[in-house]
């Protein structure tokens, strides 16, 4: 039986229309940034975070010291401590210690949500910018959602395409169309989102 970790992250990757990859990406940079945010991490320390997708397993390592001696536990781990995560820890050895449970709040979870959402919009448009931007120079076809003296914009599926009235061909007479298509030109990166010319 399938998670409910697994059943949600099917349903975003349909919802955003993104490979399960990108969206598995987009978690474990909002957890790192979540945790660095909520735990004060020094900036030289490396974390990171894996994201098993299969048992929906979320877990965060951070970067510590092998001491004898704790003196502060953000950046340093003892010997018998850093054992259980690896058995060949001496002491001046930096491990990376899984600190998932310990240190990962209420508080640092509704961060992550709030990263994970944003994460997610940028993905999305950069998804869909490259999407196409490799089309340049083909020709797209969409339903026209608009038509004005100034163009057309057409829905091409989660983005829309300008036509401008310069870029249409012939003269548009009679009722307009409820199917179009255009020669894409240019693909702009926007903070809206990916502009279709």
């Known amino acids: 039986m399938k998670s409910e970790f697994t059943l949600a ?8 229309n993104l490979p399960r ?12 940034q979540s ?8 900036t030289s320390q490396n974390v990171s975070a894996t ?13 510590k010291e092998v001491v004898d001696s704790v003196m502060d536990d953000r950046t340093e781990v003892s010997v018998e401590e850093a054992h259980q995560n690896s058995a060949e820890a001496a002491v001046g050895d ?3 210690v899984d600190v998932t449970l310990k240190d990962f709040g209420r508080i640092a979870a509704q961060n992550a949500k709030q990263m994970i959402v944003q994460k997610l919009r940028e993905a ?6 490259n999407q196409f931007a490799e089309r340049e120079g083909e ?14 914009v057409l829905n091409l599926g989660r983005v829309e395409g300008v036509l401008g009235k310069k870029e249409m061909r012939g003269k548009q007479t009679g009722e307009p169309q ?14 809206c989102g990916p502009q279709i010319m």
């Open 35 to 42: 945790y660095r945010k909520n735990a004060s991490v020094m």
């Open 51 to 63: 994201v098993d997708i299969e048992s929906g397993d979320m877990r965060i390592y951070v970067e």
């Open 139 to 152: 020709i797209v076809n969409g339903l026209v959602q608009s038509a004005s003296p100034a163009g057309v």
């Open 94 to 96: 930096c491990i990376m």
């Open 9 to 16: 992250l099917n349903q975003i990757c349909s919802e955003h």
């Open 21 to 32: 990859e990108i969206i598995t990406q987009v978690l474990e940079t909002a957890l790192v």
């Open 124 to 129: 999305e448009k950069d998804f869909q910018y």
């Open 178 to 191: 409820p199917r179009g298509g255009g020669y894409v030109v240019e693909v702009r990166s926007t903070p």
